[in-house]
């Protein structure tokens, strides 16, 4: 009889050990492409209409977090930095999918990435790592001038 108590901590931390999911990718871009960080997230009993919020952040060394990107009820957010170069698709979140479309990658770009989806499911989070090559032109050199 003494175990039910103990029995259900334990079931409740396997159960948000669960729901609190962090998973980490990495991509690299030269300078002027395009990427998509990823970041998916269960859907499995999801309703059709569930509100879903989405957080894209980049950590500074300096400051607080960088908002680079937000979803929520029907209203978008963007840092100035990113503003007009970054896109999510309300429509994939249905199946799951919050990914950050990123154009015209610039070499300040390069560094973490956090993803927050909030859902009736619970939170998840997930980190990509972005790195910046930057196109340098070849360099000709005149032996022995």
Same mark, same amino acid.
């Given at each position: 009889?003494?175990?039910?108590?103990?029995?259900?901590?334990?079931?409740?931390?396997?159960?948000?050990?669960?729901?609190?999911?962090?998973?980490?990718?990495?991509?690299?871009?030269?300078?002027?492409?395009?990427?998509?960080l990823?970041?998916?997230?269960?859907?499995?009993?999801?309703?059709?209409?569930?509100?879903?919020?989405?957080?894209?952040?980049?950590?500074?060394?300096?400051?607080?977090?960088?908002?680079?990107? +937000?979803?929520?009820?029907?209203?978008?957010k963007? +840092?100035?930095?990113?503003?007009?170069?970054?896109?999510?698709?309300?429509?994939?979140?249905?199946? =799951?999918?919050?990914?950050?479309?990123?154009?015209?990658?610039?070499?300040?770009?390069? =560094?973490s990435?956090?993803?927050?989806?909030?859902?009736?499911?619970?939170?998840? +989070?997930?980190?990509?790592?972005?790195?910046?090559?930057?196109?340098?032109?070849?360099?000709?050199?005149?032996? =022995?001038?």
């Amino acid at each position: 009889m003494g175990t039910g108590p103990a029995l259900s901590l334990h079931s409740l931390a396997l159960w948000t050990l669960y729901r609190v999911i962090m998973s980490q990718s990495s991509i690299t871009a030269q300078c002027g492409e395009d990427v998509t960080l990823s970041c998916t997230f269960p859907t499995l009993g999801l309703a059709a209409n569930q509100q879903v919020n989405v957080t894209w952040k980049k950590p500074r060394a300096d400051g607080p977090d960088l908002l680079v990107h +937000s979803y929520s009820l029907g209203m978008e957010k963007q +840092s100035e930095a990113y503003r007009g170069r970054t896109q999510l698709d309300p429509e994939g979140f249905a199946k =799951g999918d919050a990914s950050l479309r990123l154009r015209d990658v610039h070499i300040q770009d390069e =560094g973490s990435y956090s993803c927050f989806v909030n859902s009736e499911l619970g939170p998840r +989070s997930e980190e990509t790592s972005l790195t910046v090559l930057s196109m340098t032109p070849p360099t000709m050199g005149f032996a =022995g001038l």
